[in-house]
C-alpha cells in the first residue's frame, strides 16, 4: 500500500510557466519535506514543515515555495521554472526528525 | 547540516563477489542512516546505527558504525543482480544530509 503518494508521476511544464507538485501521506506524520534530485546526485532538501511550521534551507531559491494545509498533504509551487529546475523532486515523511523518512515515488519535471 | 563523505562513486561488481562502500565525516555523528535507490525509484530505508561500533546483519548486507561514531561501512557479501542501485549514508543533524551516494552496477 503505497503510503507516500506523489503526483504526477511525470510533469511537463514550459519555462516560466508556474508548476504545483503534490505529495500526500497515508502515515499520519507530522513532519513532511520536499527534496529536489538530479541525475546521478544526491537528494538535496529544499524545505520541510513540523507539523504547521514551516523550516526552509538556506540555499532554497525564492522561486520554490511550499504549502501545508493540513496533516495529509504537502505540495510544492514553483512560480517561475527555469531549465535547471528539471529534476526528480522527492517527498519524504517521518513522525519524528530523526526517524527514518518514507519516501514517495516522486515527480519528475521536465521544462520545456 | 553535518557533511559526509561517502565513497567510492562507483563501484562494478561481479555477480557473486563482495563490495564495501564507506562513509566518513570529520566530526562526531550521533545516528547513521542507510537508504538504497534502485534506478528510477526513490530511497527505501534500509538501517540506523546510533552506538559507537554497532554492526547489524540483513542478510548479505552488514552495517557497521566506527567505535568513534565517525565513519560506517555497508559491506555487501555474494553480489547479487538485485543490488544494482545507489547506496546512500545519510546523517541526521536538524535535517537529513546524504552522502553522494555508490552506485553499484553487477555483471553476471
Known amino acids: 500500500d503505497a503510503m507516500v503518494i506523489q503526483n504526477p508521476r511525470y510533469q511537463v511544464t514550459q519555462f516560466g510557466k508556474p508548476v504545483t507538485l503534490s505529495c500526500s501521506q497515508t502515515l499520519n506524520h507530522n513532519v513532511m519535506y520536499w527534496y529536489q534530485q538530479k541525475s546521478s546526485q544526491a537528494p538535496k532538501l529544499l524545505f520541510h514543515?513540523?507539523?504547521?511550521?514551516?523550516?526552509n534551507e538556506a540555499d532554497t531559491p525564492d522561486n520554490f515555495q511550499s504549502r501545508r494545509p493540513n496533516t495529509s498533504f504537502c505540495f510544492l509551487d514553483i512560480r517561475s521554472p527555469g531549465l535547471g529546475d528539471a529534476a526528480m523532486y522527492l517527498c519524504?515523511?517521518?513522525?519524528?526528525?530523526?526517524?527514518?523518512?518514507?519516501f514517495g515515488d516522486g515527480t519528475r519535471l521536465s521544462i520545456l | 547540516g553535518q557533511q559526509v563523505m561517502q565513497i567510492p562513486q562507483y563501484q562494478h561488481v561481479q555477480e557473486g563477489e563482495d563490495f564495501t562502500t564507506y562513509c566518513n565525516s570529520s566530526?562526531?555523528?550521533?545516528?547513521i542512516q542507510w537508504y538504497k535507490q534502485r534506478p528510477g525509484g526513490h530511497p527505501v530505508f534500509l538501517i540506523q546505527l546510533v552506538k559507537s561500533g554497532e554492526v547489524k546483519k540483513q542478510k548479505r548486507l552488514t552495517f557497521q558504525f566506527g567505535e568513534a561514531k565517525k565513519n560506517s561501512s555497508l559491506h555487501i557479501t555474494a553480489t547479487q543482480t538485485t543490488d544494482v542501485g545507489t547506496y546512500f549514508c545519510a546523517v541526521y543533524d536538524y535535517k537529513l544530509s546524504f552522502g553522494a551516494g555508490t552506485t553499484v552496477t553487477v555483471r553476471a
Open positions: 566530526t562526531t555523528l550521533s545516528n
Open positions: 519524504a515523511t517521518n513522525d519524528l526528525s530523526h526517524q527514518p523518512q518514507h
Open positions: 514543515y513540523y507539523d504547521k511550521d514551516f523550516n
